[in-house]
């Protein structure tokens, strides 16, 4: 909101420094300013809490050195679904947030199963099955190409690494 001097009008300094007059903002403009700051605030507010959390790390630190935004939504919109099924989608999004189908989940959650490990008897996380897990050499072999060192942020933030994770869960769920 402007101070109560300023609501008849505010001063702007120009190219040349001189003053100019301009019109004072309607209350709706006042209010649609208020609720951009208001937003941006939250966001920061929000972006500190969750950089700062020591809680569930998993999606942090695959996003840390990326800086994930809409362009990774794009691509996934654009490319991923217009050819795979949403079945592959929904695998996508459950390696990138470390929420799904795995043993770890149901574990963390209390949620029975008959078991919470892999084939191999380790316990099934994200980075087992798409690191560890000797079962699934042959189907790592593609990821391995696009990161030798596996680094999930390279594999779950870029086309090329969302691409050979779509090969992979296609061979590993069949």
């Not at 809680?55 to 996934?76: A, F, R």
């Not at 459950?94 to 199963?113: C, D, L």
Request: hydrophobic share 35%.
């Amino acid at each position: 909101m402007l101070a109560k001097d300023d609501r008849d009008y505010m001063i702007k300094k120009d190219e040349k420094q001189k003053c100019k007059r301009v019109e004072p903002l309607t209350l709706k403009q006042q209010q649609n300013q208020t609720i951009g700051i208001l937003k941006k605030q939250a966001m920061e507010e929000w972006q500190e809490m969750y950089w700062n959390s020591s809680k569930d790390l998993w999606y942090h630190n695959i996003t840390v050195e990326s800086k994930c935004t809409d362009n990774l939504s794009k691509m996934v919109t654009g490319v991923i679904m217009k050819k795979d099924s949403r079945r592959i989608l929904s695998n996508i999004t459950q390696f990138r947030t470390g929420h799904g189908n795995f043993g770890a989940w149901f574990k963390k959650f209390g949620i029975e199963k008959d078991s919470y490990n892999c084939k191999c008897g380790e316990l099934e996380t994200v980075h087992h099955i798409l690191v560890e897990c000797p079962l699934l050499e042959e189907e790592r072999k593609g990821l391995k190409r696009i990161s030798p060192e596996m680094d999930m942020s390279t594999l779950l933030n870029s086309l090329t690494g969302l691409q050979e994770i779509v090969s992979f869960i296609s061979a590993w769920r069949d």
